[in-house]
């Protein structure tokens, strides 16, 4: 295969397999609700929805292992609990999600049938492909990603020059901190140590194995996917604030049924009575490659763990397949609402990893892989809490630590950590 075909096809697999119902449905909703500050929100969104992912695509391509190297030198038990938890997280939440959204949005609008139904053949399909290791790329990206990137264009291009562009208030005191806060609820730092493995062992797969060769693809590759989500999610975020007068959001709904529904007012209003429908395949098709990346990736991690085992794989795949069954009749709004302290627990640890294994190795030895991802885990502990209980002594720790009212109390002392430990051995 011609070799900038194999990347723009690699870049596209990569995109979609990024691309799932809450990227689809999170940023129209930030801008509405973000209204004339929407560009602010837009750069906050953008740092932990595509500026991280991106990186940790990179790490990727720099490492060419599994996620369990991300955390390796910390050390082997810390990467081998990360890694569980990590797919555990992946497999109970953003998997099963993807059909719960797939069925309230694109299936039971028009067709009435049961969650059950819906969960049974969505899994079975996914199973199908991910059963189908090798092809994966190739079958996501010459094929389903683009309709999805036509879909969006359109809806986003015939959005932004037809809106009369009268915007909202804004209903958020630091868009900037806003849009950092909801991009995490994208999955796309935990979706980029996952489904970078699993363009690492396709391209293996595919025949190639000099590692500057898979570094090239995979950086190029990560490159054209990171300019995808960048343009998708600024272009739905803008279209989201300029249609904020014409389009009102009924707020006895769940978050992400009023996300629905906006950006279904937005389709029909934009590609007419004919959007509704572009709009259910839209999300289909964007949840089930990414329910396909993300039981692919936790099958070929386990299958490594248990040498290179077959069985593995597909023992693996068939019971994350059935846990989106079981899960994915729930409704997934409650399944966000219990999962996001787990996110403010897990995010932070798995953003540091994906910078620290970007830098140069001189910076980032094992002693600064440690004392950060230490530091990270302590300063997330107030974050985490605050999600769960309500105490007046842990609002007085969060008045204490820097951005921590900001749910970011992490940030200023894992990079002082970072700072001090490497003067420290300049000197």
Not at 268 to 286: C, H, K, R, Y
Not at 287 to 301: K, S
Not at 390 to 413: D, R
Not at 415 to 421: E, K, M, R, Y
Request: charged residues 10%; glycine residues 8%; contains cysteine.
């Amino acid at each position: 295969m011609n070799k900038t075909k194999e990347i723009w096809i690699a870049g596209f697999a990569l995109f979609s397999l990024f691309f799932g119902a809450g990227n689809l449905l999170l940023p129209s909703l930030l801008g509405y609700n973000a209204g004339e500050n929407w560009f602010w929100v837009t750069i906050g969104f953008m740092v932990t929805a595509v500026v991280i992912p991106i990186i940790g695509i990179l790490a990727h391509a720099k490492l060419q292992g599994t996620l369990y190297d991300f955390g390796k030198k910390v050390s082997p038990f810390f990467s081998l609990v990360y890694c569980i938890i990590v797919y555990l997280i992946s497999i109970a939440i953003p998997s099963p999600r993807t059909a719960s959204a797939t069925h309230e949005i694109a299936i039971h609008p028009f067709f009435g049938t049961s969650p059950l139904l819906t969960s049974c053949i969505y899994f079975s399909l996914v199973l199908i492909f991910v059963l189908n290791r090798s092809k994966i790329l190739n079958l996501i990206g010459k094929y389903l990603t683009p309709f999805i990137v036509l879909i969006l264009v359109l809806v986003i291009g015939i959005g932004l020059f037809s809106s009369d562009m009268i915007m909202n208030p804004s209903t958020f005191k630091t868009p900037i901190v806003a849009g950092l806060l909801e991009g995490y609820q994208t999955f796309d730092a935990i979706g980029a140590v996952v489904v970078g493995g699993v363009v690492i062992i396709s391209l293996k797969l595919k025949g190639h194995n000099s590692f500057e060769d898979k570094k090239e693809l995979i950086k190029k590759a990560g490159i054209i996917a990171g300019i995808g989500l960048f343009v998708i999610y600024a272009g739905l975020i803008a279209v989201g604030a300029f249609y904020g007068s014409e389009i009102l959001v009924d707020n006895t709904l769940s978050g992400d049924m009023q996300r629905a529904n906006l950006l279904r007012g937005i389709s029909i209003s934009t590609l007419g009575n004919i959007g509704n429908t572009f709009l259910s395949i839209l999300i289909a098709l964007a949840c089930f490659t990414t329910a396909v990346g993300i039981i692919t990736g936790t099958a070929d991690y386990f299958k490594g763990l248990f040498r290179n085992s077959q069985k593995a794989y597909i023992i693996t795949a068939v019971v994350s397949c059935l846990v989106g069954v079981l899960v994915g009749q729930m409704d997934f709004h409650s399944i966000i609402v219990i999962a996001l302290p787990v996110l403010m627990f897990i995010y932070p640890i798995t953003i540091v990893l994906i910078l620290l294994n970007v830098v140069n190795d001189k910076f980032a030895t094992p002693l600064v892989f440690r004392a950060v991802v230490l530091v990270t885990f302590i300063f997330s502990i107030p974050d985490f809490l605050g999600f769960i209980i309500s105490s007046e002594s842990l609002t007085q720790i969060k008045n204490i630590i820097p951005l921590a009212n900001y749910s970011l109390g992490w940030v200023i002392p894992a990079i002082l950590t970072f700072g001090v430990l490497n003067l420290k051995k300049a000197r």
